[in-house]
């Protein structure tokens, strides 16, 4: 058996971080969209831990996300979205309020300039991705095809369909000599922890070796392809 528990231990900026979801989601009215708004999720607390095995953890858990997002519809039925985040481990190492406000703004007004838009004619060639877009690039791409822990068990699905469109060992994902791990040890990293939640210091894993999956980040449920 094992026992868990996040208790809070302290105030994490509730009211100026409720002025700041308040501001940013009114920097986007007025604009015309269909949907927007401005959530922020904010914790500050220790994680408990308690197993039969004798295991017994302490230790600190603490970040806030600021997230914003816009989307409009033309009259043509296509939709049209754009989003920002911000992770910090406290409000304090958040940007400016007018900051992150003048970028939500712009975000949305962006949105609605796509409303007018030619649509382009099919293309295939070099695309350069600069600023947030160059950031979004990696979080939508990588995440998705090194997260291997395997799905749920559901009543009429085998293992292989469920399996089928997991991430895959040896698939090619970034350019040549591009690399990519995931340390949890860096110290002061938000998403960095001492111990896992079951009460297991993590280690360094090298993901992408130059361009292709070489392992994936799984929890403790066995897959067939990981050893």
Known sequence: PQVSLLR???????????HLALEGSASLRGLGLLDSGVEITAVAGRYLLATSEGTRLEQPERYVAVHAWARAQRPDGVVLDDARTWVALRPSDLPPLDEITAE???????????????????????????????????????????????????????????M????????????????????????????????????????????????????LAITRIPRHDVQ
Not at 12 to 18: C, D, Q, W
Not at 182 to 210: C, Q
């Open 104 to 162: 939500v703004s712009a975000m949305g007004r962006g949105v609605m300039a796509r409303m007018g838009a030619e649509i382009v004619d099919d293309y295939e060639g070099p695309v350069l991705f600069e600023g947030q877009a160059a950031t979004d690039l990696f979080r939508f791409l990588i995440p998705r095809e090194v997260q291997g822990t395997p799905p749920a068990p559901s009543p009429g699905t085998s293992y292989k369909k469920a």
């Open 8 to 18: 809070t231990t302290e105030q994490v900026g509730a009211p100026a971080l409720r």
């Open 164 to 215: 089928r469109n997991e991430p895959r060992l040896g698939r090619r994902l970034l350019p040549e000599g591009w690399s990519v791990t995931s340390d949890p040890t860096t110290t002061g990293a938000v998403g960095s922890y001492t111990y896992d939640r079951e009460g297991v210091a993590p280690r360094p894993v090298r993901l992408v070796e130059d361009a292709y999956v070489r392992d």
